[in-house]
């Protein structure tokens, strides 16, 4: 047996027996009384407060600057390449590169944060993030960028969010107590997205007042924020556990998510999501100067329209009644593949913008409710896990969609490309409701 589950309960026996079925489904009676506990009365001032936790203040103070200098560089990357060599195929092998490795090796750093001191090693992995943008803006100022050293260095910052994202998303229980959970991922969201809005407005401005660089500069100075946040916390000590063999407990992670038709059902509408329908945002360069005839400022207002979408999103997400939590993914699913295929027919600025915010929006919506759903349902010892399998399918399948998109919008164009991605969206959606009617709307259901 890899690991003891102390619930004071179950004897070794009835340990064994659920290890060898995966672990406990997530499903059962007492993962759905927790679930109960977030069908609390909902709204701003239940946001707010998640800030009585010394940790999440630190926590969220950190973050948010954070962010802001991460999408500032996001955006500077994605139009330095399309700058550089105009090809829609290298700006979806660029994100390709920055996101790939976390398809492959998040269930290993999922391993990796159910073992370790989350906070420190989120100390390792944020100076790491700041080390690879610094020297990306050593080589813009420089003179000497080439576009296989920023997809190099995509690929690298790939390799350490692999470990990051996953580790980053289970410490939100660590910080918060249960009953403040969906608002702390509520509240995640809204800090990401409030960085999206600010980070590409600035990034569009900087770029064509100063260059790439300034972005990238700024992004490796914003991770002294988080990594101070990171020193001054004070998080409870987690009980000690017996780590078994590397792979069987990456193994036994997959198990225990397949055990559950709930969070296997939202992760399928994730996966797909990601990558026939979020991969549009690697697209987006294209949209503003080839469709829109726009310039690196037209570039930044729409990735900020899509950050103020994803906002709205996020704040919804905190009012979503507990009966509806699990058809929410569906619903949004369905909504994103909608509003994605209007968006890419639209040859007016004003006309995307506005349809690019329920976009976002809806895709807000999927993410956080699955969020909210696998860490309410995942025990303890398997959170990271289970995580890691959301990183895979949301941040890990857009990759392969960019590389897709990329290519087919070389052949067909880039309208026609993110339409495409806009109908397997809405297909995956059909399919997951009529195939999972019998798991129910309502988590009590199977009781």
């Known amino acids: 047996m890899s690991e003891s589950f102390d619930n004071g309960s179950q004897d070794a026996s009835t340990q064994d027996d659920i290890l060898t079925s995966a672990g406990t489904p997530p499903d059962v009676p007492p993962a759905e009384q927790e679930m109960e506990k977030l069908a609390q009365p909902s709204g701003a001032l ?3 407060n998640v800030f009585k936790h010394r940790n999440y203040r630190l926590f969220f103070s950190g973050q948010i600057v954070s962010l802001m200098g991460t999408w500032m560089q996001s955006v500077a990357q994605a139009w330095l390449v399309y700058s550089l060599t105009h090809s829609t195929v290298l700006l979806g092998l660029t994100s390709f590169a920055s996101q790939v490795t976390v398809f492959f090796m998040a269930s290993f ?13 989120l100390l390792v992995t944020q100076g790491l993030s700041m080390l690879q943008a610094a020297l990306l803006a050593a080589l813009v100022f420089a003179g000497i960028v080439q576009v296989w050293e920023i997809i190099a260095l995509a690929f690298g910052l790939g390799l350490i969010n692999s470990v990051d994202v996953p580790t980053r998303q289970a410490m939100t229980l660590d910080m918060v107590s249960r009953g403040d959970l969906r608002h702390a991922i509520a509240l995640n969201s809204m800090m990401f997205n409030a960085g999206r809005i600010v980070g590409p407005s600035l990034a569009g401005v900087l770029i064509a007042v100063a260059g790439e660089g300034v972005c990238f500069a700024l992004n490796a100075l914003s991770f002294g924020a988080v990594l101070t946040s990171l020193i001054l916390m004070r998080l409870p000590q987690r ?10 407990e990456i193994v036994q992670g997959y198990r225990y998510t397949l055990a559950s038709p709930r969070i296997r059902t939202a992760l399928m509408l994730v996966a797909v999501s990601s990558m026939f329908g979020a991969a549009y945002l690697s697209m987006m360069p294209a949209f503003a100067r080839d469709l829109l005839h726009g310039n690196s400022t037209s570039y930044g207002t729409l990735m900020t329209s899509v950050g103020v979408g994803a906002l709205i999103g996020a704040y919804l997400l905190s009012h979503i009644h507990e009966r509806w939590l699990m058809t929410a993914p569906v619903v949004a699913a369905f909504s994103f593949g909608v509003f994605l295929i209007a968006f890419s027919h639209s040859h007016w600025m004003w006309l995307s913008i506005a349809l690019v915010l329920p976009t976002a929006c809806s895709l807000m919506l999927l993410g956080g409710t699955t969020n909210t759903i696998i860490q309410t349902l995942s025990d303890e010892h398997m959170r990271g896990r289970v995580i890691s399998h959301y990183t895979q399918c949301f941040m890990g399948m857009m990759p392969w969609g960019s590389l897709l998109l990329g290519w087919i919008a070389s052949h067909v164009g880039v309208s026609d490309a993110v339409s495409f991605g806009g109908l397997v969206v809405m297909a995956s959606a ?16 199977a009781q």
């Open 239 to 248: 009980s000690p556990r017996t780590s078994g063999r590397a792979l069987h």
């Open 46 to 48: 239940a946001l707010l």
């Open 430 to 445: 059909a399919v997951a409701w009529f195939s999972h009617r019998d798991v129910g709307v309502n988590p009590a259901a």
């Open 109 to 121: 750093g999922g391993m990796i944060a159910d073992r370790v001191d989350r906070r420190k090693m």
